[in-house]
């Protein structure tokens, strides 16, 4: 089982920058890919980016790459998310999200794979 914790969220200005934590407790997180996803009001939950175990592999959804960065550091548990050039569009809540695999390539993007879910944390982009 894995607990999952996000910070990092507020408010900023378009153009800004933010970056994301996920605190992440139980054994399993030394064999998940980890993902983050976003959901604005009214919307559909879209992908925003995933990564590998132990993190070689990325992937990315269209409209944050070249501008959101995903790392991970297991010493710390923890998975990051670097948002950088950041557009009103972006506003949304936030989560992150733990696969029980290390890798699904193209599919690490489907929300469906992922096990264990934290609460989110608001992102607030204003123009």
């Known amino acids: 089982q894995v607990q999952l914790v996000e910070s990092g969220g507020g408010l900023v200005q378009a153009g800004g920058s933010l970056t994301l934590s996920c605190a992440a407790s139980?054994?399993?997180?030394?064999?998940?890919?980890m993902g983050w996803f976003r959901q604005a009001p009214g919307k559909e939950r879209e992908f925003v980016a995933a990564?590998?175990?132990?993190?070689?592999?990325?992937n990315y959804a269209d409209s944050v790459k070249g501008r959101f960065t995903i790392s991970r550091d297991n010493a710390k548990n923890t998975v990051y998310l670097q948002m950088n050039s950041l557009k009103p569009e972006d506003t949304a809540v936030y989560s992150c999200?733990?696969?029980?695999?290390?890798?699904?390539?193209?599919?690490?993007?489907?929300?469906?794979?992922?096990?264990?879910w934290g609460q989110g944390t608001q992102v607030t982009v204003s123009s």
């Open positions: 139980g054994r399993t997180f030394s064999t998940s890919a």
């Open positions: 990564i590998s175990w132990p993190g070689r592999m990325t």
């Open positions: 999200a733990a696969e029980p695999t290390p890798w699904s390539g193209q599919y690490s993007s489907t929300a469906s794979r992922y096990h264990y």
